[in-house]
């Protein structure tokens, strides 16, 4: 089984609508980050979350919002999804090691109408 | 100002030879770590090699080395006797900080890699 899941794997939706994206990890990490990918600008990072009581901006939170409902648990929803967050969202987790390298789930290919 | 920057797009390289993709960096911090990741076509994020920047050796991961170059603020990935398999989108990526007392981790805009038989 993967160690980092995430739910859907594509959704359509159209503008407007409230969308959620969950992520789900079992490698025992305590950080949890949500990502965007659009072509050309690599991944840039909406939320972050070193624990259930973290939680931080990244460079592009404009427009979303997460909640961490357990340490292996963190979610990502858009409340009113607009045609420029088409893209593909990848959840993440890192230990807080020294190296602090990330592991990704495989993604969610989200297109608002 | 960009923090990581991968100026090839696209590289081509024939099957069974050695290819390097570049990668330079910008972080004023003295502790760091540099990353590479691979995405295939089927979009996963694939984890294959650090180095810190305190690290003396060049870091290596049986195909993959990286080639680091503190004083030219340089991480480029080595790839040997390529293999068809490794067409894909390659990520340079860094940690800035002590990762375990937080960090800011930020990618490149990634080079797309295609071998050819």
């Known amino acids: 089984d993967a160690d980092v899941t995430q739910t859907p794997r594509n959704r359509i939706t159209k503008t407007g609508k409230r969308i959620m994206l969950e992520c789900s990890q079992t490698?025992?990490?305590?950080?949890m980050y949500w990502y965007r990918q659009d072509p050309g600008l690599g991944l840039r990072l909406i939320y972050y979350?070193?624990?259930?009581?973290?939680?931080n901006k990244g460079e592009i939170s404009d427009g979303y919002s997460v909640s961490r409902q357990a340490q292996a648990k963190f979610s990502l929803s858009l409340e009113s999804a607009i045609p420029n967050q088409t893209a593909l969202y990848f959840c993440a987790t890192s230990a807080g090691n020294l190296l602090g390298t990330q592991y990704f789930g495989p993604g969610t290919r989200l297109t608002v109408l | 100002a960009q923090k990581i920057t991968q100026t090839q797009p696209g590289m081509f390289v024939q099957e069974k030879e050695a290819v390097t993709l570049d990668c330079t960096y910008d972080t004023s911090d003295q502790s760091y770590g540099l990353f590479w990741y691979k995405q295939p076509s089927s979009g996963e994020m694939i984890f294959l090699i650090y180095?810190?920047?305190?690290?003396?050796q060049n870091a290596t991961e049986g195909r993959y080395s990286l080639n680091f170059q503190k004083a030219r603020k340089s991480a480029n990935l080595v790839i040997s006797a390529s293999q068809l398999g490794d067409s894909a989108m390659y990520f340079c990526a860094m940690r800035e900080g002590r990762a375990n007392y937080g960090q800011n981790f930020v990618f490149g805009p990634g080079t797309r890699l295609s071998v050819l038989p």
């Open positions: 490698k025992g990490h305590d950080r």
């Open positions: 979350s070193f624990d259930v009581k973290d939680i």
């Open positions: 180095q810190g920047s305190y690290d003396e």
